[in-house]
């Protein structure tokens, strides 16, 4: 079935380092990928997205990096900050408008 | 653009009572809304897919008779916790899909959610 999973529950890094936060996909035909940031008690944020017929693709601060060899989604985050701690999820949508949500990362930014 | 409103915020009711959220596009029309339901440190699982004008589709797992989705026009869907346990305390997320223009599929906007706490 349709199942998204995260390599790492926790990153913590320094402010101003570089984050990435991986993510590990199991459908094949899933054709949209997103990532959300939440907050403590928020809802999900719209961080980024791409299509399977992308590799990569660029926002402010933001990249995300598909690999559909190995069914391997990640999220970098240049210059990182503490208004960026939160939980980072990763979504698929295969094939229906669905999204199957990845159990999330914690991330912390230590000043 | 793409706001996303949720009503009540938070939510403490006595068990066996009923609880409403109200789920409101605000700047767009939203044909298809969707509910989630997410438990401490846990990803969001979920519910139903709400469409305007139709009846909604649960999830494997979810009792509809327990949890009544209504979707009455294009900006509103609503949320019925009916006969509330303490079981069912969770914070529960509505999203709706909205285009991102330029081409792109749509996506799915989320509202602030509602911590449903039930006593």
């Known amino acids: 079935g349709e199942s998204v999973g995260l390599h790492l529950p926790t990153l913590s890094v320094q402010e101003g380092d570089n984050s990435i936060i991986n993510c590990a996909y199991s459908?094949?035909?899933?054709?949209?990928f997103i990532w959300y940031k939440q907050e403590s008690g928020k809802g999900p944020q719209f961080i980024i997205d791409i299509r399977s017929n992308m590799d990569k693709r660029q926002g402010q601060r933001v990249t995300v990096l598909l690999n559909k060899t190995v069914k391997h989604l990640s999220l970098q985050i240049a210059a990182t900050q503490p208004g960026d701690s939160a939980v980072y999820f990763c979504?698929?949508?295969?094939?229906?408008?669905?999204?199957?949500f990845g159990k999330g990362t914690k991330l912390t930014v230590n000043p | 653009g793409a706001v996303v409103s949720q009503h009540p915020s938070w939510v403490i009711c006595k068990s066996g009572t009923s609880v409403k959220i109200e789920c409101r596009s605000l700047d767009f029309q939203a044909t298809t809304m969707f509910w989630y339901r997410q438990f401490p440190k846990q990803s969001l699982m979920l519910m139903a897919t709400s469409n305007e004008g139709s009846k909604a589709t649960y999830e494997q797992g979810v009792e509809k008779d327990k949890f009544l989705i209504n979707h009455a026009s294009l900006t509103l869907s609503t949320l019925t916790v009916t006969s509330a346990h303490p079981e069912d305390s969770s914070f529960y997320i509505c999203s709706a899909r909205a285009p991102l223009g330029g081409g792109a599929p749509d996506t799915q906007y989320f509202g602030p959610g509602t911590r449903l706490t039930v006593l």
């Open positions: 459908n094949s035909a899933s054709d949209y």
């Open positions: 979504a698929e949508r295969g094939g229906s408008e669905k999204l199957v």
